[in-house]
């Protein structure tokens, strides 16, 4: 098994910045993916930004420039850096670990933009 524990989730003034970051504890293994998803109120879940075990890294249309998401494999944690955040990045940010075809979730943590 796997566990996720998720932080840094918070309320922030339009054009600010926040740092959510995630620790993986459990049985894992040197080749896996973490990432972000995020889900909004009445909105399915989006993911966000991946990273794999070789630090390649993806993202979603509408965060690209903005979020860099980035993991230390050592101690088996991923962060994403949100810049010039927006109303619209409102939602619950979920962190997830997919290993050998398994996907893993954290519990959440919510992220409010609003002035």
């Known amino acids: 098994q796997v566990q996720l524990v998720e932080s840094g989730g918070g309320l922030v003034q339009p054009g600010g910045s926040l740092r959510l970051s995630c620790a993986a504890s459990g049985s894992i293994f040197s080749i896996y993916t973490m990432g972000w998803y995020h889900e909004a109120p009445g909105k399915q879940r989006e993911l966000v930004a991946t990273?794999?075990?070789?630090?390649?890294?993806d993202y979603v249309d509408s965060v690209k420039g903005r979020f860099t998401i980035s993991r230390d494999n050592a101690k088996n944690t991923v962060s994403l850096h949100m810049n010039r955040l927006k109303p619209e990045d409102t939602a619950v940010y979920y962190c997830?670990?997919?290993?050998?075809?398994?996907?893993?979730w954290g519990q959440g943590t919510q992220v409010t933009v609003s002035s």
């Open positions: 997830y670990l997919r290993q050998y075809g398994n996907m893993y």
């Open positions: 990273i794999t075990n070789r630090g390649s890294t």
